[in-house]
């Protein structure tokens, strides 16, 4: 029997990396997949390319904010795999009003209508920034959320209201919280890709502060087979941590990127940091690798090797989302 997969945000970066893990050539034969996305500045669908003749494969303009449509889409489907989301602090810091829209009223929206139809498991995307600033250690799922900035917090009251839904309704919730992804077709507001970018370019990068913020870092294709894993294994109202096992500075970070590129120290550009900007994130994923057999693929130099080659080749891609970031 098919399974009726409902991706939402799935013209995004790592949405779109989870469609085309689910529709490609070593994916499940038994799903067919509907994309909603609003194709907001952060959403392409050429990240869909490669799997846009599939038969498969559905696509719908529209946003997880519009409760009929969403109703409607709930109704003929068996899983929702929430990637929809406003996720870039800087924007939240500017403004969190759409933020709050998106990923709290979205996720209520979708949630309601889940109910309603019966859908049987909602996977809710999270991140590793719902836990907040940790100076030593690592969160694990039971660690109290302490967000520090608006899109952090946003994220953290949908986890809030989706893990409710099960307590209360009993709808299958499984939550995911990730470290910082990176890969192919991530928009080059991001930290790797706009760096690349700004390098490729000749130009210098920004680095906010001192450098030192500490992030775990986490292949896309990594995060996908984590998700993949919580999807079809994962226990109801069960939170799963996805960690690529990777902590660098930023500083340690942006030195590997300039070697990529044969840049030296002296394109870097030391800016003012970041308003209320953690010092340091990190999550134990011991969780879902002993439940759900999880490892990071390791080899973080290879992939980032390959990921400063993608935005290298393909140009055509990122120059236009760059120049008007």
Request: proline share 5%.
């Given at each position: ?28 034969r ?11 500045y ?8 490669a ?7 559905t696509f ?26 406003e996720?870039?602090?800087d924007?939240?810091?500017?403004s969190g ?7 709290i009223?979205g996720t209520?929206?979708l949630l ?20 907040g600033?940790?100076?030593t ?14 899109y ?13 839904h ?10 995911t ?17 706009r760096?690349?970018?700004a ?38 109202g ?21 070697a ?15 308003k ?28 980032l ?11 055509e891609w ?8």
């Amino acid at each position: 029997m098919t399974r009726r997969l409902l991706v939402t945000g799935g013209a995004g970066f790592i949405g779109s990396a989870h469609v085309r893990a689910l529709l490609g050539p070593t994916g499940p034969r038994d799903v067919a997949v509907t994309v909603l996305d609003a194709l907001t500045y952060a959403g392409s669908t050429a990240r869909l390319d490669a799997v846009h003749g599939d038969p498969r494969l559905t696509f719908v303009h529209g946003d997880v904010c519009d409760a009929r449509l969403v109703d409607r889409l709930a109704a003929g489907h068996d899983e929702i795999v929430h990637f929809a989301a406003e996720s870039h602090v800087d924007r939240s810091i500017e403004s969190g009003a759409a933020f709050a829209r998106t990923n709290i009223l979205g996720t209520q929206t979708l949630l309601d209508a889940a109910l309603r139809h019966g859908v049987r498991t909602f996977v809710q995307i999270s991140t590793d920034e719902v836990y907040g600033d940790l100076p030593t250690g690592a969160a694990t799922e039971e660690s109290p959320l302490s967000p520090n900035s608006p899109y952090a917090a946003s994220k953290a009251a949908a986890d809030h209201l989706a893990l409710a839904h099960h307590r209360t309704h009993g709808l299958d919730v499984r939550v995911t919280r990730c470290s910082n992804n990176f890969g192919p077709y991530q928009h080059p507001e991001k930290l790797i890709p706009r760096f690349l970018a700004a390098l490729l370019g000749g130009g210098t990068v920004p680095v906010y502060g001192d450098g030192l913020q500490i992030r775990d870092w986490l292949h896309v294709d990594d995060h996908v087979r984590g998700i993949e894993l919580v999807r079809t294994a994962g226990r109801p109202g069960r939170t799963y941590n996805i960690g690529g096992g990777t902590s660098l500075t930023n500083l340690d970070l942006t030195g590997r990127l300039l070697a990529l590129c044969g840049a030296g120290p002296d394109r870097i550009r030391h800016v003012s940091d970041r308003k209320g900007h953690d010092r340091r994130y990190a999550v134990d994923h011991s969780r879902i690798s002993e439940e759900l057999g999880y490892r990071p693929s390791g080899d973080f130099e290879r992939r980032l090797a390959e990921t400063a080659r993608w935005y290298r080749e393909h140009e055509e891609w990122w120059a236009p989302l760059h120049a008007a970031a």
